[in-house]
């Protein structure tokens, strides 16, 4: 599977779990994980100043363990926190679509 499929899968999957409607254009291949990293931290940094338990609520459907979850909210700097959110929950979501299509190559 290459990047951009994985990138997009990854995004679709994150816009669902969130709730997101905006709607990225992956045509071109300058979006990559950089940028998905880039544009869910922002979006997570909004949940944890607007809507936190939105943000718990999707971190659970995402299925990150509540461990994890604790571990990024109270061992990150609040510099540092929505970003560690972002690349736990782009590994987790990446995971689930390398998986899905394993299956379905089966």
């Keep these: 599977m290459d990047e951009i499929t994985l990138v997009k899968g990854s995004y ?3 816009r669902k779990d969130l709730g997101l409607e ?3 254009c992956f045509e071109d ?5 950089d940028w998905l990293e880039a544009y869910l ?6 949940l944890l100043d607007h809507d ?4 718990l609520n999707a971190l659970y459907r995402i ?3 509540e461990a994890k979850v604790n571990e990024l909210l109270h061992g990150s700097s609040p510099d540092e926190c ?4 972002a690349r736990a929950v782009i590994a987790r979501e990446k995971q689930k ?7 379905r190559s089966l």
Excluded: C, M, S, W
Excluded at 29 to 33: A, D, L, P, R, V
Excluded at 52 to 55: I, M, S, T, V
């Design 41 to 46: 931290t922002h979006q997570i940094n909004d």
């Design 29 to 33: 291949n300058e979006k990559g994980f």
């Design 82 to 85: 929505a970003r560690n959110i």
């Design 63 to 65: 299925d990150l363990p």
């Design 97 to 103: 679509v390398v998986t899905r299509e394993q299956y």
């Design 22 to 24: 905006d709607e990225i």
């Design 12 to 14: 679709l999957l994150i």
């Design 52 to 55: 936190f338990n939105r943000l």
